[in-house]
């Protein structure tokens, strides 16, 4: 299939790459005996139970479940897709991605012609930005020196129908390349022009710095200028409702996150960078989404919204509401700082400084308080109506928190203000639950999860195996497993797991990973190769109760002379 990446490629790579060090760079790790340790990275917990194991090449998270490769470690934390994941660990290890396929260009081949058009489109703008007096102006009365400038790669599109498509090249590859990006549109007569015109521009970079669209700002407003501020449009790298401005800048600032601040405007982000505060993001023209929600509280544990005081500023929260509920596991926060009448972020901490807006955010309103406010504004809780009408508009919200402290206060808080017991406690008759009974480990249950946990053990057979026919449970596994291991000598858990992840087994397979088999490598595979020579003989009984039960039914009679000769041969090796 054209663009695909081979399997080989990918087994070589995690076999290259150390998931220690990936995972490090952003989850601070702990030695525990074999492993390292830490508290996950993928729900909120106060002890550690996510675990990182360099002999397996993979992590775990006892808590949450959350499991696999240095590959699928990056696409869950930072979020990236399948091909950008591998190309950011190749890079590491000095390896060019493959794809398989003739004459078609692949997916990831076009992906990296974009973010070259796109970052060749960003240098345009900054070389045009020195040209420009007017938009050299326009920062410098926003009190921009020139390295905060340059840390956002600020520039600007000069008033022209053509400067960025003459200056990038006019082939029809390029142009193609260009409208696809966002950087051309076509007009009526189907003329492709400069999207951006005339505006300071703002790089928007995805979460490894990446150019992968812009935002631009007019600078004097006309008839036909158009909107105050134009983002670029959704492509096949940019999804507004997914990204946000300055977050590459953040995670530049901060080896571990402490907060981060949403604001609206990117003004608004790069005058708080400059006066110190350097955790502020910005949505992209857009009200805050859950895909936001997620990707904030996978930085840090707290979060502030950032809004106007107006009516147009609370409406905004409240969608931040409604997106973060889903979000908030214990231990997480979300604040909201309404600002005064006529001031935004930027305006503020001009006025105020770095010390005046962080006193402001230390008085934020917690989540809780802003969401009860909100939703009983015009309810009358001295009545039995207004209190009945604040529990039907708050129980369907507060039902998509996630189980969990945080819940059954907000639950405990609506009964309060309310009087209305939304929660039937379990009577106390009820008897306790029995617990349940962990899985037998069998012997081919036992044989699996030592070549997951150790794949090299496959070497130490030698074919042919009996068990291959032995009807019994989870057999079939076990030769594919065998086989597979055998095949690829470099096989890890993680290169394992990697491959089975669409199968039906990878629950089964991941949960065997981690079972715990004291003992040191020699001792384990030696107990391996014993569960194989067990099921061998199981095999050899199964065959021999076959042919006994014709026996026992037809006579000697029944069988043919190959199967009088086999029964002998297996009585023999039974007796033995």
């Known amino acids: 299939m054209p663009g695909r990446i081979p399997e080989k490629f990918i087994d070589d790579l995690l076999a290259r790459v150390d998931i220690v060090e990936v995972i490090e760079q952003r989850v601070p790790l702990k030695k525990a005996g074999r492993d390292w340790s ?34 699928k470690f ?98 029809p590859q390029r142009i193609a390349l260009l409208e696809k990006s966002g950087m051309l549109t076509r007009g009526e007569r189907g003329t492709p022009y400069d999207r951006f015109r005339d505006r300071v521009m703002f790089p928007i970079q995805d979460r490894r710095g990446r150019v992968i669209a812009f935002g631009g700002r007019i600078l004097e407003k006309t008839e036909d200028s158009g909107a105050k501020y134009l983002n670029s449009p959704e492509t096949p790298l940019f999804h507004k409702g997914q990204q946000l401005f300055a977050l590459w800048q953040v995670r530049q600032a901060h080896s571990k996150i402490p907060r ?10 790069i ?45 905004a929260a409240w969608k931040a509401v409604e997106s973060v509920l889903p979000r908030m596991r214990d231990g997480r926060q979300a604040l909201f700082l309404f600002l005064p009448d006529g001031e935004d972020p930027d305006s503020l901490i ?16 917690p989540l809780s308080e802003f969401f009860f406010a909100e939703l009983s504004h015009d309810v009358n809780l001295a009545s039995l109506d207004g209190r009945a009408r604040l529990a039907e508009r708050a129980r369907p919200l507060l039902a998509q928190i996630p189980d969990g402290a945080f819940r059954d206060l907000m639950l405990d808080e609506l009964d309060r203000r309310t009087n209305v017991k939304l929660r039937v406690d379990a009577p106390t008759a009820t008897p306790a639950r029995k617990p349940a009974r962990p899985q037998e480990r069998t012997l081919v249950r036992t044989a699996v999860a030592l070549l997951v946990q150790h794949p090299a053990f496959a070497q130490s057979l030698q074919p042919p195996w009996l068990f291959a026919t032995l009807r019994q449970p989870g057999i079939a596994l076990l030769a594919e497993l065998i086989a597979l291991c055998r095949e690829r000598p470099t ?12 199968r039906e087994e990878a629950r089964a397979l991941q949960k065997l990973a981690t079972l715990d088999f004291p003992g040191e490598d020699d001792a384990l595979c030696a107990e391996f190769v014993d569960a194989i020579r067990q099921l061998d003989r199981q095999t050899v009984q199964q065959r021999r109760a076959e042919l006994d039960a014709r026996v ?25």
């Open 491 to 502: 096989m890890t858990t993680a290169i394992l797991l990697e491959h089975f992840e669409s």
């Open 350 to 365: 001009r006025k105020e400084g770095q010390a005046g807006f962080e006193e402001r955010l230390k008085n934020a309103t």
């Open 260 to 269: 981060l601040i949403v604001v609206e405007g990117y003004m608004d982000v």
């Open 74 to 171: 990056l696409m869950e934390y930072d979020r990236m897709e399948f091909p950008d994941a591998v190309e950011d660990l190749a890079s590491r290890v000095g390896l060019k991605v493959p794809h398989e396929g003739g004459g078609k260009r692949t997916p990831v081949e076009d992906s990296a012609d974009l973010y070259t058009v796109l970052d060749a489109s960003a240098k345009f703008y900054q070389r045009e930005l020195g040209k420009s007096g007017k938009a050299s102006a326009y920062f410098h009365a926003r009190g921009l020196d020139a390295a905060t400038i340059e840390r956002f790669g600020l520039g600007f599109a000069p008033d022209a129908w053509d400067g960025l498509k003459n200056a990038l090249g006019t082939t």
């Open 38 to 71: 830490a508290r996950c990275p993928f729900h909120d917990e106060r002890s550690a139970s996510f675990t990182v194991s360099p002999n397996k090449q993979f992590y775990h998270c006892f808590g949450c479940g959350a499991h696999g490769s240095a590959i």
């Open 552 to 576: 026992a039914e037809a006579g000697l009679s029944a069988l043919s002379a190959e199967e009088k000769s086999e029964l002998r041969e297996l009585q023999k090796q039974l007796a033995g």
């Open 271 to 315: 005058a708080l960078f400059q006066h110190g505060v350097t955790q502020a993001v910005a949505t992209l023209g857009t009200a805050t989404t859950r895909d936001h929600a997620e990707l904030l509280f996978r930085q840090c544990a707290d979060v502030y919204f950032c809004f106007d005081g107006d009516r147009a500023g609370r409406g």
